[in-house]
C-alpha cells in the first residue's frame, strides 16, 4: 500500500527540520571547541608569562643582592653598629669574590666585580677595626687581605685599614709598616684627610711604642697635610677629649705606654707650638 502523500511530506520536513538542528549543534559545538581551545591557550600564555616573570625576578634579586646587603651594611657603619654589619658584609663580599672568579666571558665583567669587591672590602675592613673586639674576626682579616693584596689599586686605603686593625691588635711593628706604606704612596686620588689619618695612626703608634718625638713629628706631617683637623693649636685645644677618646682608650688597654707617652706628647706639643710663635 502506498504511503499517503501528506505522510511523506510530514517525513521530509521532519527530516529537513533536523538536519537544521544537528547543523547548529555541530555549529555551536565547534565554536565552543574553539573558544575552551582559546581560553585554555590564554591560560597557557598567562602561565608562561607568569613563570618568565619570576624567572627575571629572580635573576634580578640575585644580581641585586649583593649590593642590597652591602647598602644595608654600610648604614649599620654609619649608626656605628660595626657588629652587626659585619656578617652582611662578609656575604656581600664573598658574592663579588665568587662572581670575579667565574666572570669568564669578558675582561669587563671581571673589573666589574673586583672592583666591587675592593669597595665592599675597605668598609668591611672599617667595620672589623671599630668592632669591640677587632681579634675576633683575625679569619675574616686574613681572608680581606689576601685579596686586596691581590687585586687592590696601589692607594693608601687598603695599608691605611690595615694599619688600624694592627694598632688595636697589638702588632705596633706591622701597624708602623703599614702606615708607612700609605704614606709613602703617590695617590693623587687620596683626600687629605685620609693621608693625614694615615699620619695620625703613625702618631698613635708612636704613642703606644712609647716614641714621643716620632709621634710629634707626624702630627706635624698631619697638620701640613690638613691643618683643620691636626695643626698644633686644635691638636692642644683638644687634648682632653683626644685622651677620653673611645678609641685611645681601647689603645691604652693595648699598649700599656700609650697613657705615660700621650701626657708627655701635649707637653712636647705646646713646646713646638711655643717655637712656631
Same mark, same amino acid.
Do not use: C
Given at each position: 500500500m502506498r504511503q499517503p502523500k501528506e505522510d511523506r511530506d510530514s517525513i521530509d520536513k521532519a527530516q529537513e527540520k533536523k538536519g537544521w538542528i544537528d547543523w547548529i549543534i555541530k555549529g555551536v559545538n565547534t565554536w565552543v571547541g574553539l573558544i575552551l581551545t582559546l581560553v585554555a591557550f590564554g591560560g597557557l600564555i598567562v602561565y608562561l608569562l607568569v613563570c618568565l616573570d619570576q624567572f627575571v625576578e629572580g635573576k634580578i634579586q640575585k644580581r641585586l643582592e649583593p649590593f642590597e646587603l652591602y647598602a644595608y651594611a654600610l648604614s649599620l657603619n654609619h649608626q656605628e653598629q660595626y657588629?652587626?654589619?659585619?656578617?652582611?658584609?662578609?656575604?656581600? %663580599?664573598?658574592?663579588?669574590?665568587?662572581?670575579?672568579?667565574?666572570?669568564?666571558?669578558?675582561?669587563?665583567?671581571?673589573?666589574?666585580?673586583?672592583?666591587?669587591?675592593?669597595?665592599?672590602?675597605?668598609?668591611?675592613?672599617?667595620?672589623?677595626? /671599630?668592632? /669591640?673586639?677587632?681579634?675576633?674576626?683575625?679569619?675574616?682579616?686574613?681572608?680581606?687581605? @689576601?685579596?686586596?693584596?691581590? @687585586?687592590?689599586?696601589?692607594?693608601?686605603?687598603?695599608? /691605611? @685599614? %690595615?694599619?688600624?686593625?694592627?694598632?688595636?691588635?697589638?702588632?705596633?711593628?706591622?701597624?708602623?709598616?703599614?702606615?708607612?706604606?700609605?704614606?709613602?704612596?703617590?695617590?693623587?686620588?687620596?683626600?687629605?684627610?685620609?693621608?693625614?689619618k694615615s699620619f695620625w695612626g703613625l702618631t698613635l703608634t708612636y704613642l703606644a711604642k712609647g716614641d714621643v718625638k716620632k709621634a710629634v713629628e707626624n702630627t706635624k706631617n698631619a697638620a701640613a697635610i690638613h691643618p683643620a683637623e691636626y695643626a698644633l693649636p686644635v691638636m692642644i685645644a683638644s687634648a682632653e677629649s683626644i685622651k677620653k677618646d673611645k678609641w685611645h682608650r681601647e689603645i691604652a688597654t693595648v699598649h700599656p705606654a700609650f697613657d705615660a707617652s700621650i701626657e708627655e706628647y701635649f707637653k712636647e706639643l705646646k713646646t713646638e707650638l711655643g717655637k712656631q710663635k
Open positions: 657588629d652587626d654589619a659585619i656578617p652582611l658584609f662578609e656575604k656581600s %663580599f664573598d658574592i663579588f669574590i665568587e662572581r670575579n672568579k667565574g666572570a669568564t666571558n669578558s675582561f669587563e665583567d671581571k673589573k666589574l666585580y673586583e672592583n666591587q669587591g675592593i669597595t665592599v672590602a675597605y668598609d668591611y675592613m672599617f667595620a672589623i677595626n /671599630n668592632s /669591640n673586639i677587632p681579634n675576633k674576626y683575625h679569619d675574616k682579616y686574613d681572608r680581606i687581605k @689576601e685579596f686586596l693584596d691581590k @687585586e687592590r689599586p696601589n692607594t693608601v686605603f687598603a695599608d /691605611n @685599614e %690595615f694599619g688600624w686593625y694592627n694598632l688595636r691588635t697589638g702588632n705596633l711593628a706591622e701597624a708602623e709598616k703599614n702606615f708607612q706604606a700609605a704614606v709613602s704612596i703617590y695617590d693623587a686620588s687620596a683626600t687629605k684627610e685620609t693621608k693625614a
